[in-house]
């Protein structure tokens, strides 16, 4: 075994066991290189190294032996051994007046990668193309069978969402969703004018029959919501119960 290796294997042993105290991942990656010849382990390290996507994949247990959880600690552990910050100074361009002066950070954040996975619900390959919309639920006006020709889950919505597609969340949720009078409006907009608005088809809460059977169930366990009512707590309210106290003290009430 040369020294260059040896040095490589105790670096990610001692990263792995810091970062994983009880030294299962370690223990894996020891057995995966006992049995390489050096020029196998050359060969991998090589390829390893020219690969950006290549990464050493580390096993925990979030629930279970409290020794494999991964904590932030540990991570700072390990960080201290590869001598990579983990807290810089951010500077943020966009939000500054003079592209000269950019913004940064008052504190040193942290700071890594986040990858970011395209939900499988919006690739192309999930969609299709259905040829009538006739298979409806009749609980809820969704489209199903050969009628959906793609669908959206709870993830999709709240990206959509996140990113400000608002429309585009208003439109897949609604008039392409459950909400059949909005989507007869949209159709018959269409064919009119042949083109259409989500404002001009929009329709009242009470169209909406998922909305409808979520504010049901959650009445039948005793849960009262704004879903489709007004909420005891909003604003508007509020300010009408401020005024009613204020009007009864000027009356000597």
Do not use: C
């Amino acid at each position: 075994m040369t020294d260059k290796r040896k040095k490589i294997e105790a670096l990610i042993n001692s990263v792995l066991s810091a970062i994983d105290i009880s030294g299962t991942n370690a223990k894996k990656y020891r057995n995966m290189f006992q049995v390489m010849s050096d020029a196998q382990f050359s060969k991998w390290i090589t390829a390893f190294l020219a690969d950006p996507k290549s990464n050493f994949r580390v096993d925990i247990e979030e629930f279970g032996d409290e020794s494999r959880k991964l904590k932030f600690e540990n991570v700072e552990r390990a960080a201290e051994k590869l001598k990579l910050p983990l807290f810089e100074y951010v500077y943020i361009p966009h939000v500054s007046s003079d592209p000269n002066r950019p913004v940064r950070t008052k504190q040193p954040v942290l700071v890594g990668y986040l990858n970011i996975k395209r939900p499988q619900q919006l690739v192309t390959k999930k969609t299709g193309l259905a040829l009538d919309d006739k298979d409806r639920d009749e609980n809820t006006g969704k489209v199903k069978g050969d009628s959906k020709g793609g669908t959206t889950t709870g993830i999709e919505n709240e990206l959509l969402a996140g990113v400000g597609a608002d429309q585009v969340l208003s439109e897949i949720s609604g008039a392409r969703g459950d909400n059949v009078t909005e989507y007869d409006n949209m159709l018959d907009e269409i064919s009119r004018t042949g083109s259409v608005k989500l404002t001009d088809i929009k329709t009242g809460v009470y169209d909406k029959p998922t909305l409808l059977q979520t504010d049901l169930f959650l009445k039948a366990m005793g849960v009262k919501t704004d879903i489709i009512s007004e909420s005891y707590y909003s604003i508007e309210r509020l300010h009408a119960n401020m005024r009613d106290i204020n009007r009864q003290q000027r009356n000597g009430g």
